[in-house]
């Protein structure tokens, strides 16, 4: 399968959308603004050590002075053995031992600065590729612990054989990722080779710059599009931006030399989105509704436990008979369904709702194509394998990031995420009841109302005989006020 990678650049945000016979499969975004510190290395200046709470401020550059606790200190052996955390049956060495005031320490960023607390570091160094983590303080060579165990030996010996012992190898560990559970060896190889070259140039920087110094950056998205993307199917790279271009293409040549010849400038009058109509398919994938071209379509509900995906057959009619409607609908479904979980990039547990079938080569058919086209997908996905009891496919995507209506959208402040809000009527309800319940505990000269315009006009017509009556029965009087800023829901009750 063919694709092209479309990149448009702004100095507020990134996007990048993976084409694939013009059609979008999956939408990158990255904000400026929103962008973390997790990751980033420091050459940090140690500004206090408190040995009560057996932690050190250091000095990273930042308007806050980071956070260091003994537990996140990387100790040497004392037998000369490689660097390791000290394990939780062994005494801890206070931290007073390790670090002084004025020392020079490489860090790295585990947590991010939230409110007046700042940053939390670990002197332990990870530096995360495409398939591996490579741990340049350490030897050991692992396996991700959600790789399933019957393959993580062979895995652990594939990934030994590559990194070779110190003397030929270069030294430091590795741990395989889990999206790298099925990569090749020459894969692995080039990932080896990029983070090793990564770790040569934070060592370098460390000796000429001087303390409170970024030494290295976790990759922003148009590097990771090079990293993660690009592939053998890849056929281009257009990037809307002159500086950006030159600044990828200096990162390709230098890092992956595959992907490098790939890269274009895009130099058209028209928005590199418009191409293929992305922003139109972005507005589509934040809706409920998703259209199929036989005329059936999708209804995507995504909450936080898990997401749902119900299948309908809409308008469509064109087959010869019901059974046929039905089939020709559900496999078109398996292939949209598939793509939507690519792009809004849906993770966690997921449940689709096809349409019954009665014929049991019509349900294998289907599922044969939903597993086709989920295998497509470079975020790891598990199915149960068929259809359930009652008819549905349960199957889990893994969470690599945020989704795109969590990342684009915010709660709606009428109805607070419900999607949906109480009728005029049954609020014109609810505030009688609270004028009820408010005259039995106070005495007010009179109430009045302040609520949405269509609630008070539902006071003023349908419902001005029960306003009446209640006026009636709590012999108090109770006026109307109008407020456009409000919802359909909130209303306030004055007592005057």
Not at 18 to 37: D, F, I, K, M, S
Request: aromatic letters at 6%; charged letters at 25%.
């Amino acid at each position: 399968m063919q694709q092209d990678i479309l990149i448009n650049w702004s100095p507020q945000e990134t996007r990048v959308a993976v084409v694939e016979h013009g059609a979008v499969q999956e939408l990158h975004v990255e904000r400026t603004l929103e962008r973390g510190l997790v990751g980033n290395v420091y050459l940090g200046k140690v500004s206090r050590v408190l040995p009560g709470m057996q932690s050190a401020f250091i000095d990273i550059g930042l308007e806050r002075a980071a956070f260091l606790h003994v537990a996140d200190v990387w100790q040497r052996q004392p037998d000369g053995e490689p660097p390791a955390f000290a394990r939780k049956n062994e005494p801890q060495v206070p931290i007073e031992k390790q670090v002084f005031e004025g020392q020079s320490l490489m860090v790295q960023v585990i947590k991010d600065p939230i409110g007046t607390k700042g940053a939390r570091l670990s002197t332990q160094i990870s530096v995360a590729g495409r398939l591996l983590v490579f741990l340049p303080q350490d030897d050991h060579v692992g396996v991700s612990q959600k790789i399933p165990p019957a393959e993580r030996d062979a895995l652990r010996a594939r990934l030994q054989a590559l990194v070779g012992d110190k003397t030929t190898g270069g030294g430091g560990g590795f741990i395989l990722r889990t999206n790298g559970e099925d990569s090749t060896d020459a894969e692995l190889a080039e990932d080896i080779a990029y983070l090793r070259k990564t770790w040569t140039r934070i060592k370098e920087a460390s000796l000429k710059l001087p303390a409170g110094s970024l030494l290295h950056q976790d990759l922003d998205l148009l590097q990771r599009v090079l990293r993660d993307l690009v592939g053998e199917q890849t056929q281009t790279i257009r990037l809307d931006s002159m500086e950006q271009f030159q600044r990828l293409r200096a990162f390709g040549q230098e890092f992956m030399p595959a992907a490098y010849g790939k890269l274009q400038h895009y130099k058209g009058e028209r928005p590199i989105f418009d191409l293929y109509s992305i922003d139109e398919e972005v507005a589509k994938a934040l809706g409920r509704r998703v259209d199929l071209k036989s005329g059936g379509y999708l209804i995507v509900d995504q909450t936080e436990a898990l997401t749902t995906v119900d299948v309908n057959t809409g308008g469509y009619v064109g087959a010869r008979n019901f059974d046929d409607t039905i089939f020709k609908t559900n496999l078109e479904a398996a292939q949209a369904i598939a793509r939507q979980l690519r792009l809004r990039n849906l993770g966690g547990i997921i449940i689709v709702d096809f349409i019954d079938m009665v014929r049991d080569d019509h349900q294998q058919a289907v599922m044969s194509e939903f597993k086709k086209q989920l295998a497509r997908d470079r975020v790891k996905t598990m199915s149960s394998g068929g259809f359930s009891q009652l008819g549905l496919v349960e199957m889990t995507r893994k969470r690599t990031r945020e989704s795109l209506a969590h990342m684009l959208c915010e709660p709606c402040e009428a109805c607070q995420g419900k999607g949906s809000v109480k009728t005029a009527r049954s609020v014109c309800y609810d505030i009688l009841r609270e004028i009820l319940r408010e005259a039995r505990q106070f005495n007010p000269r009179e109430f009045r109302v302040v609520a949405s315009p269509r609630v008070v006009e539902l006071f003023l017509d349908e419902e001005s005989q029960h306003l009446a009556g209640l006026s009636d029965f709590i012999k108090k009087p109770i006026s109307l006020q109008s407020e456009s800023a409000m919802g359909q829901e909130q209303y306030d009750i004055v007592l005057l």
